[in-house]
């Protein structure tokens, strides 16, 4: 499941955000007239086919997944929590209606017409994303029920989907999705450049995608803040793991990077910054963050893995809001999209480094909230199938998920260099 | 009726909707792997024309059903997830691979041959996938799934592997072609020669699954007794109507109908879906699981059918621009 997640993930934020690159791209296009920027859209639409495809088939993995792996999960949270997967299932439906539209309209539509069909693609992209991480949040503060011995009781399965994580955790996904977009677009055509291909093509599209990452990376430091002081209310364990405290303290500092040591029960080699958690955390220096001993060792999440996914998560996002804030200042100063070397190296880098935050990020929201599935309810070796033959269905499903993404790479590429020798896309 | 009913009553609609639709497009696949003839290439583009911008909105179709089942019957969803657990992890792999392999090769452009790698997935999983789907079913139908105090006892082999399920799982397969044979003839009707290539491929598929049906039934008689009876009981007039509707749809085929011919092998699908539905109620997952114990709390269905009506809304209109768009194609225009 981890992996099928991990996998989809990829998928599903660029379903989020490349509809929007490419419904805007289409749209100055009709604009202006310029057939470069329909090129653009054009381009990414048949790209995107492939990716939606794999997207969508991923996703049919996970709702089977849900029952066939965590029949425990299911049968006693289906009937809470069950409500935002079945918006999702409309969405996911329109979704593909429309990019159905989309993709094979483009000679069948007028181009006004057409246009438009993206918009809904767009849009039901990112309520797909709010509608499954309101599930994922309510395993992170489940509400909306009762337990009477056991037994569920008072079920209430809009509370449940409206539930406390519900606001910080879902924006704060859905504007990483478009932080992910912006700056994977962005390292295609950087990379592009990078090997002569200086077109106004090129500029366009990193222009395009780095707008997208630029604004999205700032809403994402802004929600990801919120989302950790929510957490220190929320969840503590997760927030002590995060931050590798291992003692309940007083002025909690702020830890960067080390390596966790749960025998010695301390961070070690770690920057720390007096009264920083503290100050993040409550706005008040003295406050009381607690730590990892307060919980039962059984009740604690794998700090090591916890507190480096965040870190990743920080560390890597702070450098990817430096990179947009220096790139937007050399196109503001030179009045053109930068062609220097080491810049476009970064870009390029950034793309890889923008996936790997955002499923740092996902690491640190799930391994955060172990041992539990649902947090706090259930445990998740509770809810897991008994099933034999799990580790060759991992396996399969393993190598099924590798040859895919070889063959989507492998035909991306393929689709450029097509594109690239036959520049008019054909009418 | 209940709410519960009402409940149970929309998806399966929907999975007569994911039938007649997404059938079709496993059908598409089985065409694809006995594309044969001078003319196999048309018939393999004309099969790839078809599916291009319906398959992944009629693949929501089993989305749909699986999350409203985890909603509004979550017990019936995990003892489901456990007892059939091998079949439905089969089918899943062969979705899996026959949607990406089809979206391979049809934004590929030449890379991805239907002789590839990928093409072969193409059409060997659109094959498997309706295979276990209709093994799954008929473990479902046949009364093998016992559940007791909410858990399952039956086992991971139960019902799925007997002859019975074996048939039923060949003979969704041969409706699926029986319904992609005949929407195509439809969408061939300007090109006489390639339609006559499908004609003739639907009277196969409707010879096949006739006789596949009538061995179903019988091995119910003899094997299956709770199919029987189902059958015979509560499902006995939409099962004569399948009976007569049969031979209907064939003489569409024969007399080259090709728009009756659609909706008589739409509805034949349809009527064996729910003369199996409407037997076996009130039960759910017979004999021990009756819908009214498998649903989730009142709030939970009355909000689920809530969201249902706000979706469908938004969604049949949609759905109706994309095939007017795409399959109101008028050949003499």
Redesign the interface.
């Known amino acids: 499941m981890g992996t099928s997640l991990g996998f989809h993930i990829v998928f599903a934020v660029l379903g989020v955000g490349v509809p929007l690159l490419m419904a805007t791209a289409e749209g100055i296009g009709l604009w202006r007239r310029d057939p470069t920027w329909m090129m653009l859209a054009r381009r990414w639409s048949?790209?995107f086919?492939?990716l939606?495809?794999?997207g969508?088939?991923?996703?049919?993995?996970l709702?089977?997944e849900?029952?066939?792996?965590?029949?425990?999960f299911?049968?006693?949270?289906?009937?809470?929590i069950?409500?935002p997967?079945?918006?999702?299932?409309?969405a996911?439906?329109?979704e593909?209606?429309?990019?159905?539209?989309y993709?094979?309209?483009w000679d069948?539509?007028r181009p006004f017409q057409h246009w438009l069909t993206g918009l809904?693609v767009a849009a039901s992209g990112a309520a797909s994303s709010i509608f499954v991480v309101m599930a994922n949040s309510w395993m992170n503060t489940p509400t909306g029920f009762k337990l009477v011995d056991g037994r569920?009781a008072s079920?209430?399965?809009?509370s449940a989907a409206f539930n406390p994580s519900t606001p910080t955790e879902t924006i704060h996904m859905l504007v990483s999705a478009y932080v992910v977009s912006g700056f994977v677009v962005a390292a295609v055509y950087a990379a592009g450049m990078l090997r002569g291909r200086g077109d106004a093509f090129h500029h366009r599209g990193l222009l395009l995608g780095m707008a997208m990452a630029a604004v999205a990376i700032v809403l994402a430091g802004i929600t990801g803040d919120n989302s950790a002081r929510f957490t220190y209310g929320a969840q503590p364990a997760k927030f002590a793991a995060m931050e590798a405290l291992y003692a309940t303290t007083r002025g909690a500092p702020l830890h960067i990077g080390g390596i966790p040591s749960d025998s010695q029960g301390r961070l070690l080699y770690a920057i720390e910054i007096p009264y920083g958690l503290s100050i993040l955390a409550a706005f008040d220096p003295n406050a009381e963050v607690r730590g990892l001993d307060s919980f039962p060792a059984d009740q604690r999440p794998n700090t090591v893995v916890v507190h480096l996914s965040f870190d990743t998560m920080v560390g890597l996002g702070i450098g990817l809001g430096l990179l947009a804030a220096l790139f937007w200042f050399l196109v503001w100063r030179s009045r053109r999209v930068p062609s220097n070397r080491l810049v476009l190296w970064c870009l390029v880098a950034a793309g890889p480094a923008a996936v790997i935050t955002m499923e740092a990020g996902w690491f640190v929201t799930e391994f955060g909230r172990q041992p539990w599935i649902v947090y706090g309810i259930i445990r998740t070796t509770a809810a897991a199938?008994?099933?034999?033959g799990l580790g060759f269905?991992f396996g399969?499903?393993t190598a099924?998920y590798i040859a895919?993404a070889f063959?989507?790479v492998?035909?991306l590429l393929?689709?450029a260099r097509?594109d690239r020798e036959r520049p008019e896309p054909k009418a | 009726m209940s709410e519960a009913d009402a409940a149970a009553a929309l998806l399966w609609l929907s999975l007569t909707a994911y039938a007649v639709l997404a059938g079709a497009d496993f059908g598409g696949g089985v065409w694809d792997i006995f594309a044969s003839g001078p003319r196999r290439r048309a018939q393999r583009q004309a099969v790839a024309r078809a599916m291009g911008p319906v398959w992944e909105a009629n693949h929501v179709w089993l989305i749909f059903m699986i999350t409203g089942l985890f909603t509004v019957f979550p017990i019936a969803f995990g003892s489901l997830g456990l007892a059939l657990y091998v079949p439905m992890t089969i089918a899943l792999i062969g979705i899996v691979l026959r949607g990406a392999a089809f979206a391979f090769r049809a934004h590929g452009r030449d890379a991805v041959g239907p002789l590839s790698p990928w093409g072969i997935v193409f059409g060997g999983s659109s094959v498997v996938a309706p295979f276990f789907l209709g093994t799954a079913a008929a473990a479902v139908a046949s009364g093998a799934i016992r559940i007791t105090g909410g858990s399952v006892v039956s086992g991971f082999g139960a019902g799925w592997s007997t002859p019975f399920a074996v048939v039923v799982g060949l003979l969704a397969v041969a409706l699926c072609a029986y319904l992609a044979a005949a929407y195509l003839m439809v969408e061939t009707e300007d090109d006489p020669a390639l339609q006559s290539d499908f004609r003739r491929r639907a009277v196969i598929a409707s010879a096949v699954s006739g006789v596949l049906a009538l061995l179903g039934l019988w091995l119910a008689y003899t094997q299956t007794p709770r199919v029987w009876s189902d059958l015979t009981g509560n499902g006995l007039v939409l099962l004569l109507l399948a009976l007569i509707n049969g031979p209907i749809a064939l003489w569409g085929v024969w007399r080259l109908h090709p728009r009756v011919t659609r909706i008589a092998v739409a509805a034949q699908v349809t009527l064996v879906l729910w003369a199996w539905a409407v037997g076996q109620w009130p039960y759910l997952v017979p004999p021990d699981l009756t819908i009214s114990d498998a649903a989730a709390p009142a709030a939970t269905v009355g909000a689920w059918l809530a969201v249902i009506a706000v979706g469908m809304l938004l969604v049949i209109p949609s759905l109706g621009v994309l095939f007017r768009v795409f399959k109101a194609r008028n050949p003499a225009a």
């Open positions: 048949s790209a086919g492939i939606f495809a794999v969508a088939v991923s996703g049919t993995v709702s089977f849900l029952g066939l792996l965590w029949p425990g299911m049968a006693f949270s289906g009937s809470v069950g409500l997967f079945s918006a999702e299932g409309f996911f439906f329109l593909a209606i429309f990019l159905g539209l993709l094979y309209g069948r539509l809904p569920l079920v209430d399965p809009l199938t008994s099933a034999p269905v399969a499903f099924i895919l063959t989507l492998r035909l393929l689709l097509h």
